[in-house]
């Protein structure tokens, strides 16, 4: 068993790594080309232009780094949910259109403004707010319009529509604001043929129509998600909203589109030693050994987004072995049972906890699977005090060629 050596040639060059994260040991490995493949894999299955969604930190692979390199692999648009997120990227330098679209009443519409965000609106009252912001700065606000198309989530209501439409009317006649574009989001883009993903496309293009013969039709309309977005190019309109494509996630279980994962998550072994039979492991020693054995700790654990709920159900890979996690996942650390030769496992050596899968280690939709949850939820809980490292690993063979996104390290973007 050897530990990489992380001046080894064949190993990814690392472009980035946040400057102290709290515990060096458990590392993020995100592959930017698998981003920028994903990105490149999106636009050819839709067709459309890309509006790359790097809300929750970019899914937990750290927001500013994913962008740019998805910016750099051929999106034309970033997409967060709140305020804040869209306006740490503009911090930290991303000048590309950034659509925020989850509001409450303490938001700053005004910063958003003028930082140039445009602000999705759900309802006459956050118009009505975007104006008043607007007016105040003395400016034109660039707004989408979120139609609630069935979702019933955010979104303009259908009851509220023909007054929000008037006062949108109004808006625009009156110069303060511009409609860039016009979205919904889908309740089943997972299930590609499902009838109500065309009825949501034809509901957002009545609303559109209206909004033509009010004089305030937008530029563009979007509303596929990942899974809409590679399977229903039809629904695509002028761009497109993926998200945990991007990341080389799971969209549609089951279903094959050729993306990456981008992020490793790995920990290093911190502790080998010998455990009789007979003894339990972990709290309430759920876990006894049946034999003498060699057990491994590594520092990872469920305040680092590993679910307590997988306790005993995980495998982890050293080298090209699998080893199971035994015992309860505490909060800080894990045990893993590497039998009674002890596996060739040192102290030092790397355990991935899950990765790309390419060579058949675990995934986070494994951990999903094991928990009965999406890989949305396990990657974007990973965190805490994981070190994020930024890697390009040569992935993008068919994807186009990107020049190297990040020269100096970016301290400070993490939050
Ligand atoms: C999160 C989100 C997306 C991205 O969804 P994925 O399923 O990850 O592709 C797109 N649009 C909106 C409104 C979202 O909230």
Redesign the pocket.
Request: overall charge positive.
């Given at each position: 068993m050897t530990t990489p050596d992380p001046d080894d040639p064949a190993l990814p060059t690392p472009v980035q790594t946040d400057p102290v994260p709290t515990n060096p040991a458990l590392t993020a490995t995100v592959d930017l080309d698998a981003i920028a493949h994903n990105v490149s894999v999106v636009r050819a299955a839709s067709g459309a232009d890309v509006i790359a969604?790097v809300?929750a930190d970019g899914?937990g692979h750290g927001a500013v780094p994913v962008a740019r390199a998805a910016l750099e692999a051929g999106a034309t648009e970033l997409?967060v949910?709140v305020i804040g997120e869209a306006l740490a990227l503009r911090a930290a330098g991303l000048d590309a259109p950034i659509t925020a679209?989850l509001h409450t009443n303490d938001d700053d519409f005004g910063g958003a403004i003028a930082a140039g965000v445009d602000l999705a609106v759900s309802s006459r009252r956050q118009l009505g707010r975007v104006l008043d912001a607007a007016r105040a700065l003395g400016t034109t606000a660039t707004i989408s319009v979120k139609v609630d198309t069935g979702l019933n989530r955010?979104g303009v209501a259908a009851d509220e529509w023909s007054d929000f439409a008037a006062d949108l009317a109004a808006a625009v006649a009156e110069e303060a604001v511009t409609v860039r574009a016009m979205?919904c989001?889908l309740a089943r883009?997972d299930e590609p043929e499902h009838p109500l993903n065309s009825e949501q496309a034809r509901r957002l293009d009545t609303a559109r129509a209206d909004l033509v013969r009010r004089g305030a039709g937008p530029e563009v309309m979007h509303l596929a998600?990942?899974?809409a977005?590679l399977t229903r190019p039809d629904l695509a309109r002028d761009l497109v909203?993926?998200?945990?494509?991007i990341y080389g996630?799971v969209?549609i279980p089951g279903r094959d589109f050729g993306l990456i994962p981008a992020m490793t998550l790995s920990g290093e072994v911190a502790l080998v030693k010998r455990l009789p039979a007979g003894q339990g492991v972990s709290y309430s020693h759920t876990w006894v050994s049946e034999r003498d054995t060699m057990i491994a700790v590594v520092p990872a654990g469920y305040a680092d987004g590993v679910p307590r709920t997988a306790s005993g159900r995980l495998r982890v890979r050293i080298g090209d072995r699998d080893f199971p996690q035994i015992g309860r996942i505490c909060m800080d650390q894990i045990v893993i049972d590497l039998g009674a030769d002890g596996g060739g496992v040192r102290e030092g050596d790397r355990a991935e906890l899950f990765g790309t899968g390419l060579t058949g280690g675990p995934t986070a939709q494994e951990w999903a699977e094991t928990v009965g949850t999406i890989d949305?939820e396990i990657l974007s809980r990973i965190g805490g005090r994981t070190a994020r490292t930024y890697v390009r690993s040569g992935h993008t063979a068919d994807a186009p060629q990107v020049p190297d996104p990040v020269g100096e390290p970016q301290v400070g973007e993490r939050r």
């Open positions: 969604v809300k899914y997409g949910a679209w955010s979205m989001h883009g998600n990942s899974p977005a909203r993926p998200g945990i494509a996630g969209p949305y």
